[in-house]
């Protein structure tokens, strides 16, 4: 007998978030990239640039406890197309600033509006894949975030060329306006969308006990701090988060200080690590899609797919010792691409444990804990290399910083590993209280 047909309606969404995905990372990577441009034009020390960094950390970590309540409240659709529109504005501001303080500012707002993408992204997901396609459609918009530093790289180069910086900041900022668009044509929740099937909306909800359940009150994120399955996504994000954005907004000055690199051309180098955390998130949400599918439990699949890539981050600890430049890359693209699939996993640990009502404020939670951690690391980084510039080997706060990166992930799952014995369900634990 012939299966009846699902449908794919749900890829377009995921396709969706994915190009949103890209753009948010657009729009932060360029400042790493106008680095050398912007340090020259406004005398930057390592100091003054970490601070930048540290105050758009600051507001991104704020604007994810906002965007996470604001969008339980007011739905993934709405609630993804405030937060596109302020990071927007905020991208193409940056065009019209001419002060170091001027630029503090426009990165405020801009890591406020940013802190949106992701509690509406996996919202979104949650709302339309089953849990044993989560992490597979996770690790695709996730991706982005990859495909963004990898496009970054070749794009804004050639913009700075062509045109000047401040046209490269208005050119990718008008990026997400465009994004909007589309979404609301082809977004809503699939109980109201009109162009999905019957079969997929019975697919979508096959392995989800939302279905059944009448409670679709947001719960206050006070209440969320209480359980334990709160805080295996908080230290998640809380010890890998600045890993990541060290490696986002440091690995090309890394290069150009190191391996003399010219950012002021198209690094293939660049393409090359970047495009590495694609795969890294696509092959990180498949693993762990792929254990459930053959039968284990959603949080074991998901813990032993972050065991695996703690231990792939380890290597980057010996970076040090390598001096061809394209060692390096290998051995950096193998822990940028462990970081993604750790990331992907780490956001669908989310709509595993917790019920879609609770998504998106879990999300604002922990990613407002990694971006505390994002807000003091840079202050560690730029303190780091700053000393050691003026002692004139600043390779060795490279080589420090490499050491924590390499050592970040273990800890994270050790922690993970104990905070998730004998864990009860989110609605069970709740009851409890």
């Excluded at 910083?401 to 993970?416: E, T």
Aim: glycine share 8%; aromatic share 14%.
């Amino acid at each position: 007998m012939e299966q009846p047909k699902i449908g794919n309606y749900r890829w377009l969404i995921c396709a969706l978030l994915f190009f949103a995905t890209t753009i948010n990372y657009i729009d932060r990577q360029i400042l790493g990239l106008l680095k050398p441009t912007l340090e020259t034009e406004f005398n930057w020390t390592e100091t003054d640039y970490a601070n930048i960094v540290m105050i758009f950390a600051g507001f991104y970590a704020a604007g994810y406890i906002v965007f996470g309540n604001i969008i339980d409240k007011i739905g993934s659709k709405m609630g993804y197309a405030v937060s596109i529109v302020i990071w927007s504005i905020a991208a193409v501001l940056h065009a019209f600033v001419g002060s170091t303080a001027g630029f503090a500012a426009v990165r405020a707002l801009l890591g406020l509006g940013e802190a949106g993408n992701f509690p509406a992204a996996v919202k979104a997901t949650a709302e339309w894949f089953p849990r044993q396609q989560r992490a597979l459609a996770t690790g695709i918009f996730n991706s982005g975030t990859s495909i963004g530093a990898v496009a970054a790289p070749i794009l804004v180069p050639w913009l700075l060329g062509a045109y000047g910086w401040k046209e490269a900041f208005l050119i990718t900022g008008a990026l997400g306006f465009i994004w909007l668009v589309f979404w609301w044509i082809f977004y809503e929740i699939p109980s109201r969308h009109k162009k999905i099937t019957a079969e997929e909306f019975a697919f979508i909800h096959s392995d989800d006990e939302d279905v059944a359940t009448t409670d679709q009150t947001p719960i206050h994120w006070t209440k969320l701090l209480t359980l334990r399955q709160s805080w295996v996504f908080i230290v998640g994000k809380f010890l890998t988060d600045p890993v990541w954005w060290f490696f986002l907004f440091w690995l090309p000055s890394y290069f150009a200080t190191t391996f003399s690199l010219d950012l002021k051309k198209p690094s293939l180098h660049l393409a090359i690590v970047y495009t590495a955390t694609t795969i890294g998130s696509i092959a990180g949400g498949y693993l762990s899609s792929h254990l459930i599918k053959k039968g284990w439990a959603p949080l074991r699949a998901r813990k032993t797919t972050l065991l695996i890539v703690a231990f792939a981050v380890l290597p980057i600890i010996l970076a040090q010792f390598a001096t061809d430049i394209w060692v390096v890359v290998g051995i950096i693209s193998i822990a940028t691409a462990a970081h993604q699939a750790w990331s992907a996993n780490i956001f669908t640990i989310v709509s595993d444990l917790f019920p879609k009502r609770a998504v998106s404020s879990v999300v604002g939670i922990g990613g407002m804990a990694g971006s505390l951690g994002s807000t003091f690391f840079p202050l560690l980084v730029g303190a780091l290399l700053d000393h050691y510039k003026l002692l004139g080997n600043i390779g060795a706060g490279y080589n420090i910083l490499f050491i924590i990166c390499g050592l970040a992930y273990m800890v994270a799952w050790l922690i993970i590993h104990f905070l998730t014995t004998n864990m009860k369900p989110v609605e069970e634990s709740l009851k409890l209280k």
